[in-house]
């Protein structure tokens, strides 16, 4: 871990292994050779730290808008992890989001849920990896024309948000009506839009800076994937 850790403060800066997805990187050329080194370490023997660590980077790509290089790399992440399922839906929670950032909704909508049947089995209490796969899911439905699902899947986050520690299940609770709002829109319930956006609990001016809200990195490079693509 502290091999790991030392690699990515070294060529990210303050960048952490954690907080690496909230930074974005200075250049290409930076990740690819922190990448380059992250295959150098000897990490055979940790597959869920190297499966971390290439979760990480495929965010930081993501934020840079190589969707293919970090949906690769997730998904070689989630391989790593195939004997230990207790560890894959956080993993399973970027993979959805990358899978739907490129339009594969039944692919996204396959993996949110795996991961959320293996939450239900080994987690017994909400936390930000089940928001962002239920909302990953949510858009999966979206973009397969499925409202209704897509509807449901955001209300059930909006209220397992609840189980969160206040401060962030203020801020999450936020970015999901701000979402469902924006879908309201864009089947012209304009009255259900202002609703949502109205009952707001955070207004978006001044929420808390540094929360790790649900897809906070992907909402950067995707915010007009989702909010400007009209339902067919």
Known sequence: MQAVSTLFEDTLGAATLSGLAETRPSSRQLLD???????RLPLQSSPALKARALVSLARSYAVLGDYPHALAL?????TLLSDEPTLRPDTQATLATLLNLQAR????REVALEGLQQITASRHKADLTSLS???????AHWGLSDHVAAFEALTFADKTSAGLPTPLARATRTDLLTLRGQWHAQLW????????LAGRPVR???RGEGLPLPSAWAERSSSRTHSARSPT
């Open 33 to 39: 050779q922190t990448e380059g080194r992250l295959r």
């Open 74 to 78: 997730a998904e070689e992440a989630n």
């Open 105 to 108: 909704h039944a692919e996204a």
């Open 133 to 139: 796969l239920l909302t990953e899911l949510a858009r």
């Open 189 to 196: 319930g304009f009255r259900d839009a202002e609703r949502d």
């Open 204 to 206: 978006m001016e001044r």
